[in-house]
T-cell receptor, first 115, second 112 residues
């Protein structure tokens, strides 16, 4: 069973460009979480999605950031008009469910560098 | 307050020694406490986890101790090996959707 897949692994964007990060959850997982890791810091929750629905986006900046998890295809985290402060590692995690016994499995991350 | 405070920031231990990492939390609504191991350039991998109704859990060389009244939990790595050199994050789960609140991480270096 393949793990969580993310692409690209590294992404370089100039200020003002758009960044699109993709996450394919583990097979059978319909719950996706996105986290951001700034240098020398722990991961911070951004958004939680189920298929076709954004359930909790309380950790996501109000502007420039959006996420989706369509019926078919990977989950997408989109950052418009990137700024230097967006440089970070973005991780997605997937799980079978949200109850007590369901673990979150993390992908390898996308490292975004804004120049 | 949903912070999870982790210490120390870094740790150097000799091969065969014990690595101890501590975390403290405030929010009593946390219902699950996992530890993740992260190697450079990789995503976090679940190492071991505990629920608040259990005081200790051991898996191989890794043990979590949990003190509910003090709102503290710790990871002990016994017989530390150079391959254990990594960054370790404690986390706490909260909310209906299982969001994780992470500590800032501890970089562990095990010297030969």
């Amino acid at each position: 069973n393949a793990g969580v897949m993310q692409n690209p692994r590294h992404l370089v964007r100039r200020r003002g460009q758009e960044a699109r990060l993709r996450c394919s959850p583990m097979k059978g997982h319909s719950h996706v979480y996105w986290y951001r890791q700034l240098p020398e810091e722990g991961l911070k929750f951004m958004v939680y999605l189920q298929k076709e629905n954004i359930i909790d986006e309380s950790g996501m900046p109000k502007e420039r950031f959006s996420a989706e998890f369509p019926k078919e295809g990977p989950s997408i985290l989109r950052i418009q008009q990137v700024v230097r402060g967006d440089s970070a590692a973005y991780f997605c995690a997937s799980s079978l469910g949200t109850g007590g016994r369901y673990e979150q499995y993390f992908g390898p991350g996308t490292r975004l560098t804004v120049t | 307050q949903q912070q999870v405070k982790q210490s120390p920031q870094s740790l150097i231990v000799q091969k065969g020694g014990i690595s101890i990492i501590n975390c403290a939390y405030e929010n009593t609504a946390f219902d699950y406490f996992p530890w993740y191991q992260q190697f450079p350039g990789k995503g976090p991998a679940l190492l071991i986890a505990i629920r608040p109704d259990v005081s200790e859990k051991k898996e191989g060389r890794f043990t979590i101790s949990f003190n509910k009244s003090a709102k503290q939990f710790s990871l002990h790595i016994m017989d530390s090996q150079p391959g254990d050199s990594a960054t370790y994050f404690c986390a706490a789960r909260f909310g209906s959707w299982g969001k994780l609140q992470f500590g800032a991480g501890t970089q562990v270096v095990v010297t030969p």
